[in-house]
């Protein structure tokens, strides 16, 4: 490993050392209640009257978390707490000198919009994870998982619980009947939980809480104050089941002769998903036929490096404690479970003679799934997910109703199991992950891999009150097939073990395994003080192979990075706060070649009136890659600099926008991009609210890569000017007729278009200077052909066609949209309503995008799903 890269990682953990300062001493406040009275009631109408309230007392006295820190609140809040054997009781007073300016906008669950309290409970008291329950003074829901002690919320819980608000002439009022089912906790005689009452007086953006935070605190859920008096009570177990109907109807452009597009299709589906609880940390999910139908769209993307592109996961079963089962092992999206896989487009294609169309499924079918994953009082927590999905068929027919079937996606079944353990009083955990994919092969799918395990263990470990840390994890992978399927991965974008100039991989057809390793290792500084600091290491060796249910973007990298921030937190006439950063990473491959190295520093201020602004920039002397030619030799890019700037107003207002600019450079006109960004959310009046998101991209490149032929049996690397535009816009509005009944959209138009032109050949792909790296094709030498498809190259100019090559010239358009109905008729149970509309295809590259936006989209005819889908929550 490079003498640099250890030298870098050495001096930031001296640093982290050295820097280290006392614990500043802290008073942990304290809540004790009482169990509600037998002959009392409390009714969940957020009035307070109710007698069972007078036996708790009341609590208060906050203190202001942002953004005068530590400072009395403008307006006051008061709570109490008290239980039975099965619910959690909570009533706020959020008292307000200006009753009529408490803001209650209506929105769909987890907005969190307008004045809205919340309560934080730490039930598992690990100090790292906690369930948080909230609603606005509109009354409208909101509930989020918290992990990593505050630096993930999962606003995809959605726990059966009750509240509601009342507004009046001292402020609002809100009442909680939250179900110890829906809590985690071990058996004690009595609970210790960890607390948080959190407030937010929306005009002035003035958060108060109950136990006081420092913002330069390590975390958020550490922090907590402690509730008592929780005694004799018993873990609740779940039991939910909540079974589906869906009727669905399909329209579309009728294809003459095609039998498989007569213009409408009706579906009739049903499925069930239950969570059993085992015990009351631990629960069992399983969904037997699931439907995503009311889930979003994809947005359009589209790559020209070769590259996968990365989409969240949207779909409700694998969402929920999704916590649990992450294991980003390196950076950026690299993980080792990524559960896109699972229901997958099939990965073979069919081939259909002239006259036969081809009917392909766009996902694979999750027969069933079970999912056994929660936190044990001791500290454990615990995820085991199995999944199966069926047998894919692509149906091949023609005008004449012969009809085929073609098997394009194997039964495969996937398995993740995950477990960490707290130990050292909560401040560090080890843990690990392993994962399993195995396909029920046949002949004509043994270009698939068969097998693919990994394994995995990470930990980390906090000292002096959390404020630094060091953490680290190591993964290792296996993969068998056939020889085929092998190559094919030795192959792929991610490893390029073809690569003409690597000395150390090489293309094996007789294998029929890999073996991989990755990993990461960190340390830094995360609170205490203003200033912040991380630095580390992170390998992902050459064979390493993690896409069967992880994400791998690519393998056979070293890197090493460290950063700086320093925080501003102390509140002046200009700003309520602000931060500066430092960055700076490089990389190297496994033969030791020192490929990139990058600087960037970033800023950001929220100003007094609550505008912002972020700014950044970034230079990077050196850029090679071995991808960038698709198993060709190392490529050296121009040295680059970046630069964005995004300001925006004050997003509590009912109109508020941001505006931003992105401008990249390379040296010798290399390529450079200048991306204009405009997004902005208008909310009329409380129970409508608009956003509109829109990006214009123009990112011309000199050498994109097009394709690899060859002349005299050499290999040959094209590569052309392309003029690339992109231009995309999303679309939401949400009306709110009550807090359970909203109607939602959701739209996206996407084109991009590329035109190439002086396209040319690599010379020296290691050249600086980008005339010596690429020879152009002069007029004499390409021309052409008839059809306009395709250019016939004379390179040797003896009057010869040497080679052709593909007009690359491209335009991708792509419209998704959704129109929801939602009704939460019951807690837990729902209808949904959904119109769908999506067209997708190719367009004249030659066309202006608006041209391309009018006649593709617009004017053309769409894909329409309607359907209803009912669901019914049974608690036992």
Known sequence: MNFKVLTNFAFLCIFSIAFSQKDSVRVIREYTTAPLPINEH????????????????????FT????????????????????DAKYLYVAVKCLDSVPSSIEKRLARRDNFAGDWIEINIDSYHDRRTGFSFNVSAAGVKGDEFISQNGDNWDASWNPIWYTATQIGEI?????????FSQLKFGTAEEQVWGLQIHRRLFRDEERSIWQSIPLESPGWVSEFGILKGLKNIQPQKQLEIQPFLVNQYDSYPKQEGNPFKDGRDYVLNAGLDAKIGITNDLTLDLTVNPDFGQVDADPGAIALDGFQIFFEERRPFFIEN?????????????????SRRIGRSPQKSVNAVAGEYVDLPINSTILGAAKFSGKTKDGWSLGLMESVTGKMFAEVGSFDGEKRSELVEPLTNYL???????????????????????????????????????????FRHSWKNRNYYLEGNFVGSHVVGRENAIANTQRSITHLFQRVDASHVNVDPNRTSLTGTGGKLEIGKTGG???????????????????DIGFLRQADEIKQTAQIRKLFLKPTNFYRRAQIGLEQYTTYDFEGNYNRIQYEMQGFINYKNNWWTEIGAAHKPRIFSNTVLRGGPRWRWSEENFAYLFFGSDNRKKFNFT??????????NNFSLERYVLRFYYQPFDAFSLSVSSEYEENPNRTQYVTETSINGLPRYITGNIDQRTFSTSIRFNYSINPNLSIQYYGQPFISRGIYTDFNYVANSLAKNINERVTLFNQDQLTSTETGNSYSIDENLDGTVDYEIANPDFSFVQFRSNLVVRWEYVPGSEIFLVWSQGVAGLANPYDTLGSNLDGQIFGEKKDNTFLIKATYRFIL
Do not use: C
Request: hydrophobic share 35%; charged share 20%; net charge negative.
């Open 171 to 179: 402020g609002w009022t809100a009442e909680m009947k939250i179900p």
């Open 64 to 83: 202001v978390y942002e953004p005068n820190n530590g400072q009395r609140p403008r307006q006051l809040t008061q709570f109490k707490i008290t239980y």
């Open 42 to 61: 409390i009714a969940i109408d957020g009035v307070l009257s109710d007698t069972g309230w007078e036996h708790v007392p009341w609590d208060g006295n």
């Open 659 to 668: 505006l931003g600019y992105v401008n990249s450079q390379a040296a010798q």
């Open 529 to 547: 003080g203003s200033w912040r600091y991380n630095g580390g290491l992170v390998w992902r060796s050459p064979e390493l192979e993690l896409n």
């Open 322 to 338: 999704k916590n649990i089962f992450d294991y980003e092992f390196a950076d950026g999206n690299d993980n080792v479970f990524y």
């Open 416 to 458: 993740v199991a995950r477990v960490q353990k707290d130990f050292n009083e909560r401040n560090s955990f080890v843990g690990g992950i392993f994962t399993a994919t195995n396909r029920n092969l046949t002949s004509e799918l043994e270009f698939l891999r068969k097998a693919a395990y990994t394994g995995g263990l990470d």
